[in-house]
């Protein structure tokens, strides 16, 4: 779904902020040794940029991911590394843990985890992958306006039948009437001992409308699947049809202007209990 280079060139925004969630809970990272695992660690560099440095020297980090393609781009980066290895696996599949039972010390996760739709076998997953006693650190968007962008264009008769499954792509929180209680309620009840949960407003700034479209491509789902002609045409309509459920400021009259970008993001820190 990602092409590698084209979210790494694009992935400001989530740097700026995962940085500061990894500053944040430097005291809990520093305390992560043994093998951690990373789901959806993408191009790599938040885990061996932010991550590696904040772990406990003594731990290891599998990075993992779903796609392939991040895994090799991932890989070439940073195979030499003697801390990090890498595994393909789908957070989501239901037999993930008949072949990774309890095999982790410390799961983190950034920005992945929301693009999955059966978040009860995520945690269960997650929890199953994990040692008695371990812990978890992740983030995920919790609402992001612009996908709602996804759902109109899904209706628009050139786009329909390369968007066919668009409810897939628009997470389980974008419209739940009260996200953080019904995610802190799912994830006791699949065990965990739920230490901080919280469900943060933030914005970011794009310096021009070019900016805030080149995000919104890295991380589309349909474009890839259209014809290079339609890939232009859907690329300037999600641009604007974005841009509707954003703040636009210093207009003046043309597109010289930047864009508020706003969403909410989990901020999640777990533990598996020793005797479950
Ligand atoms: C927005 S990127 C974030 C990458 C990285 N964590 C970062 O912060 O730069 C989301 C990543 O999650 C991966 N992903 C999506 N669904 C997944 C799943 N079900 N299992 C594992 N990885 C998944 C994607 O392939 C992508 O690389």
């Not at 060139?9 to 043994?34: C, P």
């Not at 802190?184 to 933030?202: A, I, M, W, Y």
């Not at 339609?230 to 400021?249: K, M, N, P, S, W």
């Amino acid at each position: 779904m990602f092409e590698p280079a084209l979210y790494s060139a694009n992935d400001k925004q989530v740097r700026e902020e995962t940085s500061e969630y990894i500053e944040e809970f430097s005291d809990e990272i520093g305390q992560m040794s043994g093998r951690c695992l990373d789901i959806g660690s993408g191009p790599g560099h938040i885990v061996v940029d932010l991550l590696l440095p904040k772990l406990n020297p003594k731990s290891t980090v599998i990075c993992s991911d779903i796609s392939r393609p991040m895994l090799d781009y991932a890989k070439e980066k940073y195979g030499a590394d003697e801390r990090i290895s890498f595994l393909e696996l789908d957070i989501e599949s239901p037999t993930l843990v008949e072949y990774l039972g309890e095999k982790f010390d410390h799961v983190t996760s950034f920005y992945c985890l929301q693009f999955c739709q059966d978040m009860r076998q995520v945690f269960k997953n997650i929890f199953d992958l994990l040692q008695p006693g371990g812990t978890v650190l992740f983030t995920s968007v919790c609402n992001h306006p612009c996908e709602d962008a996804y759902k109109i264009l899904a209706a628009v008769p050139r786009y329909k039948r390369y968007m066919m499954d668009v409810d897939r792509f628009v997470g389980v929180f974008q419209h739940a009437k009260r996200p953080r209680e019904t995610l802190k309620s799912l994830l006791r009840d699949v065990g965990f001992e739920v230490c901080h949960c919280s469900n943060r407003h933030t914005s970011y700034i794009y310096d021009t409308p070019d900016a805030h479209t080149g995000f919104m491509a890295s991380i589309d789902p349909f474009m890839s699947r259209m014809p290079d002609e339609l890939q232009r045409e859907y690329l300037i309509d999600l641009g604007i049809e974005a841009r509707r459920h954003t703040f636009i400021v210093n207009k003046d009259g043309n597109d010289d202007c930047s864009i508020l970008s706003r969403r909410h993001t989990f901020v999640v820190y777990l533990k598996k209990p020793l005797v479950h």
